[in-house]
């Protein structure tokens, strides 16, 4: 059974960083695509980032482009998600999910494609 676990938001302010991490169990990242998405209040949930199965493709939306890194450590079955020059707009609960059906070097940060889903966590950016 595949749990996803997110750990490390918190309170920044503008133009600060953050890691998050997604710590997956149950199944190996070698056999999941992984993909970052978040929530602002009021808002629908946006895909941010995702990495693909063999970790050569990643995604980025183009609002986080230069600014998040996603990454990942086989060893500890961990994805990351480095978030760098935080704004204000990058407020929102952030969730990582998991797909065992995308093909090896592909990925795409669409809600539909993910059915394993972590519980979240918040992330706000304030001065």
């Known amino acids: 059974q595949l749990q996803l676990v997110e750990s490390g938001g918190g ?3 503008p133009g600060g960083s953050l890691r998050l991490s997604c710590a997956a169990s149950g ?4 056999y ?19 990495i693909s199965k063999s970790g050569r493709t990643t ?4 609002s986080v482009k230069g600014r998040f890194t996603i990454s990942r450590d086989i060893a ?3 994805v990351f998600l480095q978030m760098n020059s935080l704004q204000l707009e990058d407020t929102a609960d952030y969730f990582c999910a998991g797909s065992l ?3 090896p070097n592909t990925c795409v940060a ?11 966590t918040q992330v706000t950016v304030s001065s």
């Open 101 to 103: 059906l995308a093909s």
């Open 11 to 13: 309170l920044v302010q």
């Open 59 to 62: 995604n980025y939306v183009d």
């Open 76 to 78: 500890k079955n961990t």
């Open 110 to 120: 669409t809600k539909a494609v993910y059915p394993y889903w972590g519980q979240g």
């Open 27 to 30: 199944v190996s990242l070698d």
């Open 32 to 50: 999941l695509t992984i993909g970052w998405f978040r929530q602002a209040p009021g808002k629908e949930r946006e895909g941010v980032s995702c």
